[in-house]
């Protein structure tokens, strides 16, 4: 068998949950491969320079094997994959996971393979996405008034924090922590562990485990590479993204949990809504929802989170 190169980019820190899952592939796929495989996994492309969003040009030229990637930045290119961001949809993992192994996640990966240059190969836990700040607590929408938030590249996020009253700016991954330090914005929201591991706490006093949205990563292959496998290789990839997709949603459950615990009370100030208070946020981000769903063919409506 010709040898199987592969390369994984990433844009965290070498012991993020995505890294750590991308090493538990490599290592999966090598006990099938052996010394066919040659692996390189690059934890983190913005410290080469790059910013995190040229992983998807990477990955679809085939510079890039594969990589990881918030699931929101695909909806300029299918705006179905908007569907997975409708705030304060997801309670809970159990429901969230529901929604990547079911039908609509499938429609999705359907869906990019049509109009880009890689495919979905898996679905992982970007987790739960919260709020922090520097100015004052949010416990209400009305918290959130003239705040200036970094967000992601997201015409969906822009508008759900915009509804709450925020004023949304979008920063790459490798300009957040700046923009936070300097006072550039004044809120940013993320995952905690990222809140957490990026140092965003040591400027950030208030952090709010609001939930707005439970954050999708894909898994991206260059598709041209993956068609080209003999069969036999794309089974034992496939079989390694499995084990690696089991490992990637307990390291992010089991992250998240450790690492509110590691807050100092001393520095911050960790505040979980009420069922009250998170009511509030839903009915303020409403209307979003409904312009958003309002868009697609009724036919995808029984995909949605119930």
């Given amino acids: 068998m010709a040898s199987i190169d592969i390369r994984f980019g990433g844009y965290q ?48 030229t085939g510079e890039m094997t594969f990589c990881y990637f918030a699931s929101s930045y695909l909806a300029d290119r299918v705006p179905e994959f908007a569907l997975l961001d409708l705030p304060f949809a997801i ?30 190969a898996a679905w992982w836990d970007n987790a739960f996405r919260h709020l922090s ?24 996020y822009m508008q759900s924090f915009a509804a709450l009253g925020f004023e949304p700016v979008f920063y790459d991954v490798k300009d957040l922590v700046p923009s936070v330090a300097s006072g550039a914005v004044d809120a940013q929201e993320n995952a905690i562990t990222n809140t957490y591991n990026m140092g965003v706490h040591n ?32 089974t034992a990839v496939d079989a390694a993204l499995a084990t690696a997709t089991a490992a990637q949603r307990d390291f992010a459950a089991a992250e998240e949990a450790a690492v509110i615990e590691k807050f ?17 946020f839903a009915a303020a981000v409403q209307p ?19």
């Fill in 13 to 60: 820190g070498a012991f993020s949950v995505h890294n750590r899952a991308a090493t538990v592939f490599g290592d999966t796929l090598a006990q099938t491969l052996g010394d066919d495989l040659a692996f390189a996994l690059t934890p983190d492309i913005t410290a080469q320079g790059h910013n995190a969003v040229d992983l998807l040009d990477m990955v679809a």
């Fill in 91 to 120: 309670r809970d993992r159990a429901q969230a996971y529901a929604m990547l192994d079911g039908p609509l996640c499938h429609y999705l990966g359907d869906r990019i393979d049509e109009v880009a240059g890689f495919r979905v």
């Fill in 133 to 156: 700040n520097s100015v004052r607590p949010i416990r209400h929408p009305h918290d959130c008034a003239g705040l200036k938030i970094r967000t992601l590249k997201s015409d969906l």
């Fill in 203 to 234: 400027h950030h006093r208030w952090i709010t485990l609001s939930g707005h949205f439970f954050g999708p990563a894909v898994v991206l292959c260059h598709k041209q590479t993956y068609d080209g496998w003999p069969a036999e290789v794309r």
């Fill in 264 to 280: 100092d009370p001393a520095q911050n100030e960790v505040i979980t809504l009420t069922e009250d208070e998170r009511a509030e």
């Fill in 288 to 306: 979003v929802v409904e312009a958003t769903v309002g868009r697609f063919r009724n036919e995808l409506f029984e995909f949605l989170p119930g």
